[in-house]
């Protein structure tokens, strides 16, 4: 079973910011928080990973709770580009001789409305 | 190369027939993992490779699928006498290791645009 719970889905308006909500009360020390989207009719791809920091890329940021219980993927600014599946999943910083088997859970679809 | 690449893009096969999937990582990835998505469902994990070892093949639906990955690059998913119900999206994704590189902040995943494999 995945290890993170999502809201099946939500809707945002354009140009507004998305606050994208993730639980993962099991996480251990050793976990980081990732997250991925999957647009229509391709792979996922990677969007930003973090620990216990709040981190800042190009595409979003990730503001992960004190207790990193849970995390949130905020989207500054949405744009219909973005409307996609986005994937919370942890996975341990170490991997290799680490149980690595990552279980993706069915995602929040983001929907952007004009 | 720059990206995981997946071969064929498309596959059109027999009920019955072996059908052979080909994810070539990026160079320099340990980790090597494959998920299926059937339509409009969510990634299922089937197996992944630490080097050309696999830990854990527990997500594998059947005996009619295996997956080998040698020199600890290119890795192959066969498929056995395909069913209807195999009928999915393949994605193949690779990842280096942070004990690779002495990373602390651990790396993500790079997901190729997978293999639509569709059994008539």
């Known amino acids: 079973d995945a290890k993170t719970t999502q809201p099946n889905s939500m809707e945002s308006n354009e140009e507004e910011p998305v606050h994208l909500p993730c639980n993962h009360s099991t996480i251990s020390g050793t976990d980081y928080i990732h997250w991925y989207r999957q647009l229509p009719s391709q792979g996922p791809e990677y969007v930003i990973h973090g620990l216990t920091s709040n981190v800042n890329n190009r595409m979003a940021s990730l503001a992960i709770a004190e207790d990193r219980k849970s995390s949130t993927l905020i989207l500054h600014r949405a744009t219909l580009r973005d409307a996609a599946v986005y994937y919370c999943i942890l996975r341990d910083v170490g991997g290799m001789n680490r149980d690595d088997k990552i279980i993706f859970g069915k995602g929040t679809r983001l929907h952007i409305l004009p | 190369g720059a990206g995981v690449s997946q071969s064929p893009s498309n596959k059109v096969t027999e009920k019955g027939k072996d059908v052979e999937l080909r994810c070539d990582p990026i160079?320099?990835?340990?980790?090597l993992y494959w998920y299926r998505q059937s339509l409009g469902q969510g990634l299922e994990f089937l197996i992944y490779f630490q080097g050309n070892s696999a830990p854990d093949k527990s997500g594998l639906p059947s005996d009619r699928f295996s997956a080998e990955r040698t020199g600890g690059s290119v890795s192959t998913l066969t498929i056995q006498r395909t069913q209807q119900e195999d009928s999915a999206v393949y994605l193949c994704?690779?990842?280096?290791?942070?004990?690779?590189?002495?990373?602390?902040?651990?790396?993500?995943?790079?997901f190729g645009s997978g293999t639509r494999l569709t059994v008539v």
């Open positions: 160079s320099g990835h340990t980790a």
């Open positions: 994704a690779s990842s280096l290791y942070a004990v690779q590189t002495g990373s602390q902040r651990g790396y993500g995943y790079t």
